[in-house]
């Protein structure tokens, strides 16, 4: 049996390319706003992390009526390091809708969230977006995205998906190859209604669901979202819960409030049935992957296994001699506390104990992963020190391997020498090569810890006009050492103030990274030397005043200007000797061992291998 009247789909893409901008003008041609009412761009980003850096990290669910079918639409993050997010959603839908951009075509995390639809035997919507586009490439595009299904072994019939042709910008959509500039969205929900099935579920048997999403409410707890496999749920049933792949994990609750879909709000039922995307309060034990069952027949769902982490980074109380003065959160309690609650709610991320009190080692999905944590939590006043990212090693029939990532360039012409280099110093093997209008696609197999510290080069490399991007392809034997930086770090003397003179002085060693009246501590971090040695600087030295010196001359003392690092660049940054420290106000570099003298004995004895 199928609930007719309703259609779960999921929007899948690699970043940027569209899947947001194409949700909001579906929700908006759905009615879903007021004819009058001010609608803000990317309106399903609601982080505030999502505002400021354009992505989406989170899915989110929305619904929109098309005639008397509700299509239930989850968006979905398209960077490789928020996976996790997309391998659960893809449980709750029936279909989905492949955006590709029509000038870049398929990119590595189209083939990832394209490979897992497929897994799951998804119908496909191809939607190519950006039409409008002047350097568009519809009909190449289209070519690549089936050459990409054959790749992926696709049946007959996903190689047989729709094509609807979009510009998110404008609001329009068509599904006639000789004509692709529509009027409207209605070609676009009308394929959906079409083409992706009703879900099915047996209304007549127990009720079942599997929780692929939690979220925390202030006032309703816990809310476990999900579709019902069968059944009806009603208000203040009682149900029990159960795990596929923990047996003893169980228990029972009552539903305290069914919310469904409708737009952007939740909006309270007494009932739902088979088909359905819920979100049920009263859950306060659940957990994603867990099934929520009635009493009188309880049976747990596999849940869809998870991408395993490939970066760890070691998370510790802060104890610089700066601790304490600008965050909330400092102790290990503190810290552990939150890295378990994000762990409960990201499968991605694991949280594990070490053998100091004081540090955590968090696993992730790669860098970006870990710093939207770390960025959260100082954001909640936390207050932490991180060590630098490390790829995670694993020994596959006695060899020792490492992760590979697929990684796709897009640079102009000119800028092909500089990334050939580069990728040689860092193992990538190159696998392909195209070109279109003067700017050249590169695909690359290179060792996810040869990407450390790539990005802010490669935008140098290529004048910030280069595309790149990344996903995990395999674990593959070891490939050898590479270097994690060319250069060395400025380091300063003593606890004090960074005055003029003394950063003055500085500055004819290396690239500053402070400014004027930035309080140092001995041990930190203060600049960059280009010649790649570490430096011990006094930025605190003032100039010694006599009735020789006229008060004038430091009016010369000209500083260059400092652009301060980002948090992705101060990750980016670090080496094996060398923490950050995060805090809600400050972000500094510094040596694990902080004094100079115990440094250079430290550095002495590894050079030679003293024990």
Do not use: W
């Not at 075509?105 to 191809?126: C, D, S, W, Y």
């Not at 054959?150 to 190689?159: F, G, R």
């Not at 070691?314 to 600008?326: D, L, M, Q, R």
Request: glycine fraction near 8%.
């Amino acid at each position: 049996m199928e609930n007719s009247k309703v259609r779960n789909v999921a929007i899948i893409a690699h970043v940027d390319h569209g899947k947001t901008s194409l949700v909001n003008e579906m929700l908006k041609q759905g009615g879903v706003f007021r004819a009058n009412q001010a609608v803000e761009d990317r309106v399903m980003d609601s982080n505030a992390l999502e505002k400021e850096r354009g992505i989406t990290i989170l899915s989110k669910n929305a619904s929109l009526m098309f005639g008397d079918v509700k299509i239930n639409v989850v968006d979905t993050p398209g960077h490789a390091d928020f996976g996790g997010e997309v391998e659960r959603v893809l449980k709750m839908v029936d279909g989905v809708l492949l955006v590709v951009d029509a000038f870049e075509g398929p990119m590595p995390q189209t083939r990832f969230v394209l490979e897992k639809a497929l897994e799951l035997n998804h119908k496909v919507i191809i939607v190519i977006n950006k039409i409008d586009k002047k350097d568009a490439r519809v009909n190449e595009v289209y070519d690549e995205v089936l050459e990409l299904l054959l790749e992926l072994d696709a049946s007959d019939e996903q190689l047989e998906s729709p094509v609807v042709y979009v510009s998110a910008r404008e609001g329009i959509a068509s599904t006639d190859k000789n004509n692709i500039f529509g009027t409207d969205m209605k070609p676009l929900l009308q394929t959906i209604v079409d083409y992706i099935p009703a879900p099915k579920g047996n209304l007549d048997e127990p009720f079942q669901m599997l929780v692929s999403s939690t979220e925390q409410n202030d006032y309703l707890g816990k809310l476990a979202i999900g579709k019902i496999e069968r059944g009806t749920v009603k208000l203040n049933q009682f149900v029990s819960y159960v795990n596929y792949h923990d047996e003893s994990k169980s228990g029972n609750y009552k539903i305290t409030g069914i919310f469904q879909f409708a737009g952007l709000k939740r909006v309270a039922v007494e009932e739902a049935v088979a088909g359905d995307i819920v979100c049920l309060a009263g859950t306060p034990d659940i957990t994603i992957g867990d099934t929520i069952c009635d009493k009188s027949k309880v049976e747990a769902l596999p849940f869809v296994k998870i991408s395993e982490p490939s970066v760890e980074m070691t998370f510790s109380v802060n104890n610089s001699p700066f601790a304490g003065k600008e965050g909330k959160y400092c102790t290990s309690r503190h810290i552990k506390e939150r890295l378990e609650k994000e762990a409960v709610k990201d499968l991605s991320l694991k949280v594990l104990e070490t053998a100091s009190a004081d540090s955590f080692t968090v696993l992730g999905r790669g860098e970006m992963h870990i710093a939207i944590l770390i960025e959260n939590m100082r954001r909640d006043g936390y207050e932490f020190q991180v060590s630098m990212p490390k790829v995670l090693i694993k020994e596959i029939n006695g060899v020792k391997c490492e992760p590979i990532d697929r990684l796709v360039i897009d640079v102009p012409e000119e800028c092909v020498g500089n990334i050939m280099s580069e990728m040689g110093t860092r193992k990538g093997e190159l696998v392909n090569m195209s070109s279109h209008n003067g700017r050249t696609k590169l695909e690359f197999l290179i060792p996810a810890r040869g990407l450390f510290g790539y990005k802010s080069k490669f935008l140098t490399d290529t004048n910030g006009e280069g595309i790149m991007s990344s996903v995990f392809h395999e674990y593959q034997p070891y490939k050898g050492f590479i270097a994690r930086r060319s250069f060395g770090a400025l380091i300063a003397y003593e606890t004090g103030e960074a005055v003029q003179y003394g950063l003055y002085n500085t500055q004819e060693r290396g690239k500053l990274l402070i400014t004027t009246g930035t309080p140092v501590y001995g041990g930190m971090i203060v600049g960059k030397n280009p010649k790649g040695e570490d430096i011990v600087v006094n930025v605190c030295k003032k100039k010694q005043l006599t009735n020789m010196r006229s008060s004038s001359s430091d009016e010369a003392l000209r500083l260059e200007p400092v652009k301060p690092l980002t948090l992705e660049e101060c990750l980016e940054f670090l080496n094996d000797d060398e923490l950050l420290e995060v805090t809600p106000k400050s972000l500094r570099l510094r040596k694990i061992i902080l004094d100079h003298t115990q440094r250079g004995r430290a550095n002495f004895r590894a050079k030679h291998d003293i024990v």
